[in-house]
């Protein structure tokens, strides 16, 4: 799941210190001519949120994080706002129901305040709004040098005998509170974006005291805390070194995870060892389908800098966790932005039941080092495997081949890991059907009867655009090759798939839905599965998730077969959660026209297939097809949505009150009061329904669904 420029803004709003300069002159909306008081552009300089710069005689500020991104370029994705002027003393009035921008100044309270990120709704110089407003003169924005008050009522929630957990009330801030700092014996030992902190790697039967100090946005600090002294369990009394099982009791299967020595996870390439305890469901509630080691890692892009982790596991040997098949690999989905926790099941289990394939899902507690972390989606790892992306799997092969060869060949004995690892990131094998290591020449066909290459690939379009092998398409679609993942090592391979891709997109950009392939005329159906582009497109429009043809969106091909869209993965910000705020209210809007995320997204493939009646006459049939079963079962009164809810009720509370976000992705800090359960599903079913009834409205008749889509 990845959200490069999602982490990129977030990161930009976190680390800035909100220093904006505004220059105005005399006229009214005008465009401001550079000045000198304002640095030229310069394409190595990084820039944050509120930077002024002059580029082509004009003035224009940063909107959020960016470098070499060219103020006014369509590649700048609206990061460059050109700078209008405005008469001193006329600003607006601040109204409720207005929608402000980055920069935009009103007046309130005899005060000028000026926006530090989209807002709706969020009266300036509250408390609690995060510093959503700050305060403004004609000179500038006003210095914060009020520092938070002190944290109080510090207390010990829990501890073994070698960590102690602390927890403490809020602090106030004229503007915000963004962290506390947390130190023992007059030692930082680390920040706190929330309530509470664990101090771990601590000896037995010794005797800890705690501070704690409140910082806000500008860097102003509280006084410390009172003192507070704890001390921890002995070895014999109170544990065995932190290797105690903590039990906790869940309507939900608890997965617990206890790291080697406690160690912190704190990198998404390097895994820790640790032992895991995976609890059952149903019946099997307290049985353990899985006792044993496990390694675990960090994963996700803007996720991971979230408070609440996203993880991925790897079992020790291959075993089946809720019916997902035998498999190592696993991935814990933190849900973070997804204060419902089930926009992912809800689009998922969707898709199941159209027949997509998607990405197989258990919604669990999470249990870490004794410290309960929260509510988690246990899925499947997408990849090519039996339980999975069933289809050749060429890093498969090139096992099998690696263990045949070496138990054959004497002077290749004890080397088969070494020799598979060789052919993985070595594909010439494939085509040439030979392969030379330590001086041996193989030959293939020895040991394993190759298909051709015309499947074996799982591929990700994404904007992240970071594997091995990978290309854009003349639309500039970023097409990374998930598996094998060094099909560039093997020209042939990666030249097929890639001209196959290219003939597909050329074919629905045409004026006739066909392109050549291979020197023959080709329909674009002749390449992909008709049927599931027309039911990822269904998918995709029924929950509006923006991320379609954007990130996360997976194709695959076998040996001799057609492309064929999924499986589904990440759909957390569909159903209204989307980064992008003002879509969350957007229920009257097809994603595939609503904006782009990238110039790429922009062009993207469901723009032109749209065009084609052939299409779009499936389209019109699929929807109606479903509509009265699929789609009613899942927004009707007690309906999918309300028993996923039911479901989750009680480990929803729960994580909220663990992790009271905001579910704002541009500025993802706590609430001040633990939200409502409830309330956040009646969010994402509200939005549900009032979507669904304006497709209704769309697709009443098939001429009527071409007029709303554009399409001539």
């Known amino acids: 799941m990845k959200r490069g420029k999602r982490f990129i803004i977030m990161m930009a709003i976190l680390v800035i210190g909100f220093g904006i300069l505004l220059k105005y002159d005399s006229s009214m909306n005008q465009i401001v001519e550079a000045q000198e008081s304002y640095p030229a552009w310069n394409p190595s300089t990084i820039y944050n949120t509120g930077d002024m710069v002059t580029y082509d005689g004009k003035v224009w500020m940063a909107q959020w994080y960016t470098q070499g991104q060219v103020p006014g370029s369509a590649e700048a994705y609206g990061v460059w706002k050109l700078q209008t002027s405005q008469t001193p003393g006329t600003y607006p009035t601040w109204n409720a129901f207005t929608v402000y921008n980055t920069g935009d100044i009103v007046s309130y309270g005899g005060r000028l305040w000026i926006a530090q990120w989209w807002t709706q709704g969020q009266t300036p110089g509250t408390t609690g709004e995060y510093g959503v407003w700050r305060e403004y003169t004609e000179s500038g924005p006003v210095t914060d040098t009020q520092a938070p008050t002190v944290p109080t009522n510090l207390v010990s929630t829990s501890k073994t005998s070698t960590s102690i957990t602390i927890s403490w009330t809020a602090s106030t801030d004229n503007v915000a509170v963004t962290a506390y700092e947390i130190y023992s014996n007059n030692t930082l030992l680390g920040t706190s974006s929330t309530t509470s902190y664990t101090a771990r ?36 009394g109170g544990g065995n070194g932190g290797d105690e099982t903590v039990k906790y009791y869940s309507n939900l299967p608890v997965i617990y995870i206890d790291t080697e020595n406690g160690q912190a996870i704190t990198s998404k390439e390097v895994y820790v060892k640790a032992k895991a305890k995976i609890m059952g469901i149903g019946s099997e509630l307290n049985t353990a389908l899985y006792d044993g080691d496990i390694k675990i890692r960090g994963r996700g892009n803007s996720t991971w800098f979230a408070p609440k982790k996203p993880y991925r596991i790897k079992l020790d040997k291959k075993t089946d966790l809720f019916g997902m098949g035998n498999n190592k690999d696993y991935v814990l989905l933190a849900n973070y932005y997804d204060l419902s926790l089930m926009r992912n099941m809800i689009a998922f289990d969707f898709a199941k039941k159209l027949g997509f394939d998607v990405t197989e899902f258990q919604s669990v507690d999470l249990v870490l080092n004794g410290v309960y972390e929260g509510n988690y989606l246990l899925c499947e790892q997408t990849e090519i495997a039996k339980d999975r992306v069933d289809i050749f799997d060429w890093e498969d092969a090139a096992e099998d081949i690696a263990k045949a060869a ?21 594909l010439t094998w494939a085509t040439s059907g030979s392969f030379t290591f330590q001086g041996v020449t ?30 854009k398409t003349k639309s500039g679609q970023p097409i990374m090759i998930k598996s094998p993942e060094y099909a560039k090592t093997n020209q042939e391979m990666f030249n097929y798939i890639q001209s196959y891709v290219q003939a597909f997109e050329d074919a629905v950009r045409s004026n006739d839905f066909h392109a050549t392939f291979n020197g023959q005329r080709v329909h674009y159906s002749d390449l992909f599965d008709m049927d599931s582009l027309v039911d990822f497109w269904i998918i995709t429009e029924v929950f509006g998730n923006l991320d379609s043809m954007f990130k996360s969106t997976y194709m695959y091909k076998d040996v001799d077969g057609l492309m064929k869209m999924g499986p589904l993965w990440d759909w957390d910000l569909c159903a209204g959660g989307s980064m992008v705020i003002e879509f969350r209210d957007y229920t009257q809007t097809w994603q595939t026209l609503y904006r782009q995320l990238s110039p790429a997204q922009g062009q993207q493939w469901y723009r032109y297939l749209i065009k084609d009646p052939e299409f779009l006459q499936k389209a019109y049939d699929r929807y109606h097809s479903i509509r009265n079963t699929l789609i009613e079962d899942l927004i009707r009164n007690g309906g999918v949505i309300d028993q996923f809810a039911a479901y989750l009720a009680q480990s929803g509370q729960l994580n909220l009150e663990k992790w009271p976000s905001n579910n704002n992705m541009w500025w993802p800090m706590p609430n001040p009061q633990v939200p409502k359960y409830e309330d956040k599903v009646a969010e994402v079913k509200n939005w549900m329904n009032n979507h669904i009834t304006w497709l209704d409205q769309q697709f009443t008749s098939f001429a009527r669904l071409r007029s709303s889509l554009g399409v001539n």
């Open 442 to 471: 193989i030959k293939i066909s020895d040991y394993y009867d190759l298909p051709n290459i015309t499947g074996g690939y799982l591929l990700e379009l994404d904007d992240t655009y970071d594997e091995i092998s990978q290309f």
């Open 201 to 236: 790697g601590l000896s037995p039967n010794t005797t800890y005291s705690f501070t704690v100090r409140a910082v806000d946005a500008a860097g102003n600090k509280s006084m410390a805390s009172a003192q507070l002294l704890v001390t921890t369990d002995g070895e014999s």
């Open 406 to 426: 070496a138990k054959s060949i004497p002077s290749l004995q004890n080397m088969a890991d070494e020799l598979e690892d060789a052919l993985v990131e070595n």
